[in-house]
């Protein structure tokens, strides 16, 4: 990240500062998975829920306005992880917000699916030919089910969730409602990098 703060960053900072607290201590190194831990234990406790959901309702009004910002041929461009594009890396983001929460919701509510095994499976990307409309369509959805989520969360935010993410490991269910909005911010920086770059092009 550069030394100066983007405008999207002030505006969350602001408006969600415990899912950017835990986004700048949080690597995927050793000690970042630490400072991680050591945040999201200041910042989830009983009764935490929410407030952590009206910080992920201004996550994703920022999402959207990033998402409407972007000239249309963008959606094409490369999205900033592996070899997606930005509609596939878009809609992979929806999808890690409505999955993470409801996953960590039913295990909250003790109706995890006995046929599922708690493992995150490895990052899928969306459509590579996905619209705006369908982009938007995904993020409603998402909103959706994290306000789905929260519900079943709230009153078990300090249990140990059987959840299991490859690199993070185990996290109690209401870490897990505010991790959502740190991979949300790891996808917001990336495009507002592919934003600014395209602005400074000669071409644009």
Known sequence: MSAATPDWLTRLEAEAP???????????????????????????????????????????????????????PLLRAPGGEEDWNVAQAFAHTTAARRFLATWASWDAAGTWPEDRAPVVTPSVPGAPDASLDDLLALLNK???ALRSAAGRIEGSELNRCRLDHPLVGHLRCGDWLLFVGIHDLMHLE???????????????
């Not at 949080?26 to 999201?40: C, P």
């Not at 990336?190 to 644009?204: G, K, T, V, W």
């Open 18 to 72: 415990d899912v950017v607290g835990c986004w700048r201590a949080f690597d995927w190194s050793l000690a970042g998975l630490r400072s991680l831990r050591r945040e999201l234990r200041a910042r989830v406790g009983p009764g935490s829920v929410p407030r952590i959901l009206e910080q992920q309702e201004v996550v994703a009004d920022e999402l959207e306005r990033v998402l409407l910002g972007l000239p249309a």
């Open 142 to 144: 998402s909103r959706q």
């Open 190 to 204: 990336q495009l507002d990098a592919l934003r600014r770059a395209h602005e400074d092009s000669p071409d644009a």
